[in-house]
Nanobody, 117 residues
Framework: VHLVESGGGLVQAGGSLRLSCAAS????????MGWYRQAPGKDREWIAL???????NYLDSLEGRFILSRDGPKNTVYLQMTSVKPEDTAVYYC????????????WGQGTQVTVSS
């Protein structure tokens, strides 16, 4: 499984940004995909996931500002970020979880999001 993120960049506080994560390879046993982020000097933090039934879950502290969607035929997951804050500045990592004989987690290379105040 190969994941490629795109869409990061510099955005002003209060603005919006959309991240994409395109998955390729053997995807049959992927049960969900989502995003983590890692701010400078902090641990990597889970923020959202969406499963094959398009049910999504989010970090409570996001307060509904981020929305996850999935384009099944394109094997792509989108993270729509709105009302961004400087504290959203981080490297955002896409992940995919595969359940076969065991749980495997695949990661993208990360994309930088910088929110200016």
């Amino acid at each position: 499984v190969h994941l490629v993120e795109s869409g990061g960049g510099l955005v002003q506080a209060g603005g919006s940004l959309r991240l994409s994560c395109a998955a390729s390879g053997r995807l049959l046993n992927i049960v969900d995909m989502g995003w983590y982020r890692q701010a400078p000097g902090k641990d990597r933090e889970w923020i959202a996931l969406i499963n094959r039934d398009d049910i999504s879950n989010y970090l409570d502290s996001l307060e509904g500002r981020f929305i996850l969607s999935r384009d099944g035929p394109k094997n792509t997951v989108y993270l729509q970020m709105t009302s961004v804050k400087p504290e959203d500045t981080a490297v955002y990592y896409c992940y995919a979880r595969e359940v076969e004989h065991r749980i495997n987690t695949y990661w993208g290379q990360g994309t930088q999001v910088t929110v200016s105040s």
